[in-house]
């Protein structure tokens, strides 16, 4: 399965508008914007990602041959548009909010300014990354503020919606502030740092719980954490305190155990008894089995002796909330601003910036929404990223990436860091309210 | 993004385990089958999907040498077992419910047979690719459910979890009974028929919403179909009206309007009426904007005057259910049936065969699970898919797929189609009971 490399990756409209606009000559200039419209329930805030594999798709854009040569055998396109398509690189520019920025409803996340054709065709891919990964990332940042000071391992790769969502969630989630992933590729191709455990089935191989630890011990000496909740987690725990210095003797040491079902906060405490009167205080319990951010701040609350956690599905779908109401929408066109007013999904027009304001300590206090160029109190949110097709040579690293979201998080007042948030008010200035009122004037007298 | 074909795109335990499997000689055949534990709320049937990518999976699996590079350099495997992964291929069994089945709770959706490490390593990919497309596939059959006599198309993509799950997302609907996709690389790689409409963009663009219209039409003349609510969609459609003979005389023919907000219902009774009074009975009308299945239901009850559905982020993302309480769990090692007693999630042991009882119409009566070769009433579910690592030549093409899907909806009984269904119970046979009867009891007697 090879999907995120291909052109064809994207909506048949989009190759239909481009044949609209070559063969009308409709390649001015044309601002896009990406934004989410508003926050879904129980999000006081998003963190964005995704700006990276933007970049590198935006540099790479171009059509294979044997993708041309479908295209043509569709009957679909007209030769002279085919031709334009074998040449079609992206020229234009990016401005966005770096990656792991807080940001909130309305605020351009990504603006592409480059020939309609190009701004247009890249719409499906653009919104595929950000909408992901802004997601991930977002939960992610949910359950790092609900479990201050663990230890946060993604093991979600198995139900993530495909491959490439396993290998972005890895990313989107070491990015918001996770230790790293079960997922061996993201280690290779973003240098995300890998942890692995056992699975039930090793256990269930052996006849006998201890000689499967054993075995496993002797395999896999470094970093060594043994699943513990296959049959008793009790009675595997005194297991472990009776292998230890048999293990030791060897010179190997047992780093953790995991628990993986039940009460976890009960079973922890269990075992972190039965560990610590057999002599093992130095072994770490890490704990997984369906968590979300609910369930870490529960075990916050309780206290629980829970080093780490391995957590899932509900990051990598981010279950409760598995899509973003986010749009890409042409804000101006051969240098005028653009609205559209569709029912409920009206949006602002023009270039527009983000204003932030910060109080002594650095914490948000609130945003500006305005038309570039009209300079408001704080900080700007969105930045140069590429000019005429090329990268600008300051794009982050993750680990800076990482640095600067952790940062961000510190940056949240306490009405935003609960999981029940109040919302922060994004103020509209008075500038881009008179844009849009030039906007439905200047289309109310439009003779169509 | 190339992610779905790297080897590497699997859990670090999943290596680890292999190693300590080859360390200890554990090479033994091992049964594994997958199955899903519970029915998520409001889902009274699951549909099986995703077993051609399992076995095309399957039947390529090999580690590239850069792969085997990077694991050595990694220093976390010995030298003789990276060796072993040069050579590694799948040489086992699987037996699978062919695609399109309806399947419920604790059913095997698929066993795979096959020397303890092979069967081991493929857990985390068959379970990414049967998840994610059994997900969709449910949750486009409610859909197809909902909307009797509609045709309905994916237009998820761009809110899909990165590019696998979106071209996944379009076969796995079509599958399921959607009339296609406007997901361009899933007609190159399925055969899946494709379909585009135009943006709002390409409406804002234009200084007049007529001229945009119109440049649309020629641009492209065949299958056209015109959005028309970026501003008023009544006033958009009387432009229809007025427009429709200017391009007839060009021997152009308007085949439909798009409507993407508001009240659809409303919007499509005034359009229709518009259509129709301009002397356009014929111009069909295509919905669109945030639907799922239960806004279907409620369109289809009012009778609402739609053709067709456009239907995008419920779908592609299953956005009520983005997860499946799923499993893939050692049933059986060198002969000997296995069984996991985890809090809540104790297995039931042994390879299963799962009998479908139906009434004299065909529909589903209920199921048993039982140990192959258990015979019961009705007809066994699972078959053979593949052979010693060979696919056996019978695996149905999607069509015959889409189908077999097609039939097996005409199957439901009344209270599982329904979108709030009542469960069909799956009866566990005497068999099985004694088999994991006898698995405990040979646990409770081991010596660790």
Request: with cysteine; glycine share 8%.
């Amino acid at each position: 399965m090879i999907a995120g490399e291909s052109l064809l990756l994207t909506d048949l409209y989009q190759l239909n508008m481009m044949q609209a606009y070559y063969d009308h000559g409709m390649t001015e200039p044309a601002v896009f914007e990406l934004f989410v419209r508003k926050l879904p329930a129980r999000r006081g805030f998003l963190m964005a990602a995704g700006l990276e594999q933007v970049v590198d798709f935006l540099e790479g854009l171009r059509f294979a041959d044997d993708e041309i040569a479908f295209l043509d055998r569709s009957g679909r396109f007209t030769r002279e548009f085919l031709n334009n398509l074998a040449g079609f690189r992206f020229t234009g520019n990016v401005d966005a909010v770096p990656e792991g920025t807080i940001v909130f409803p309305n605020e351009p996340l990504l603006r592409v300014t480059a020939p309609l054709p190009q701004a247009q065709f890249v719409e499906t891919r653009l919104i595929n990354f950000v909408h992901f990964e802004t997601i991930v990332a977002s939960k992610a940042a949910r359950m790092v503020l609900a479990a201050p000071g663990k230890r946060l391992i993604d093991f979600g790769l198995r139900r993530a919606h495909g491959a490439e969502a396993g290998l972005l969630a890895a990313r989107a989630s070491y990015l918001a502030g996770f230790a790293g992933t079960a997922t061996v590729l993201a280690e290779r191709r973003f240098g995300v740092p890998i942890f692995g455990t056992m699975a039930h089935s090793f256990v269930q191989a052996h006849d006998d719980e201890t000689l499967a630890f054993e075995h496993f011990a002797h395999a896999r000496p470094d970093g060594l954490v043994l699943l513990i909740d296959t049959y008793d987690t009790e009675k595997a725990a005194a297991k472990v305190v009776a292998l230890a210095p048999r293990l030791a003797r060897d010179g190997i040491r047992i780093r953790g155990v995991r628990l993986d079902s039940g009460d976890l906060g009960e079973h922890a405490r269990q075992v972190r008894r039965i560990l610590d009167e057999g002599g093992l205080p130095e072994v770490s319990i890490l704990a997984s089995g369906g968590l979300d951010e609910d369930q870490l701040a529960d075990l916050t609350r309780q206290a629980a002796p829970i080093d780490a956690y391995g957590i899932g599905t509900s990051l990598v779908t981010s279950s409760d909330v598995p899509a973003l109401d986010c749009a890409y929408k042409l804000q101006e066109y051969a240098g005028l601003p653009r609205r559209k007013r569709s029912e409920g999904k009206a949006t602002w027009p023009g270039r527009k910036q983000v204003w932030r304001r910060t109080d002594s300590q650095g914490r948000i206090v609130g945003d500006t929404l305005t038309i570039e160029g009209d300079r408001q109190d704080g900080d700007p949110l969105l930045r140069p990223i590429m000019r005429d097709g090329r990268r600008l040579p300051d794009l982050p690293m993750l680990d800076a990436v990482r640095a600067h979201a952790a940062s961000q998080l510190l940056r949240l007042p306490d009405a935003l860091r609960a999981l029940q948030p109040m919302t922060v008010p994004v103020a509209i200035a008075p500038a881009l309210y008179a844009l849009a009122a030039d906007c439905d004037a200047r289309q109310a007298a439009m003779p169509g």
